[in-house]
Nanobody, 124 residues
Framework: QVQLVESGGGLVQAGGSLTLSCTTS????????MGWFRQSPGKEREFVAV?????????GYADSVKGRFTISRDNARNTVNLQMNSLKPEDTASYYC????????????????WGRGTQVTVSS
């Protein structure tokens, strides 16, 4: 069973920045895509960003975060990071990372393993 652990969430004022990290026990980390999703109470899980397997390392972002968030991966540390700048109150959510060996898109149900999430709260 692959495990993922998110960290880096917290409370920040609007306009501020946070960096989320997700470390996984995936043994072939460089061969999997890593995605970030978020969910607020009463809302559906929402795609945030994805980075494909190493070699391609293509990246995708939701329109709502494009230009403000940056996803990156550190294969030596089995970690994927999400740098979040210019945060807005509407970014408030629980943020989850996920991994897939066969898919690198925005559909959350096609990911194989998930972390438990980290809370991000942006105050106005």
């Amino acid at each position: 069973q692959v495990q993922l652990v998110e960290s880096g969430g917290g409370l920040v004022q609007a306009g501020g920045s946070l960096t989320l990290s997700c470390t996984t026990s995936e043994r072939t980390f460089s061969n999997v895509a890593m995605g970030w999703f978020r969910q607020s109470p009463g809302k559906e899980r929402e795609f945030v960003a994805v980075i494909s397997r190493s070699g391609s390392n293509s990246k995708g972002y939701a329109d709502s975060v494009k230009g403000r968030f940056t996803i990156s991966r550190d294969n030596a540390r089995n970690t994927v990071n999400l740098q979040m700048n210019s945060l807005k109150p509407e970014d408030t959510a629980s943020y989850y990372c996920a991994t897939s060996r066969t898919y690198s898109g925005s559909t959350w149900s096609l990911y194989d393993y998930w972390g438990r999430g980290t809370q991000v709260t942006v105050s106005s």
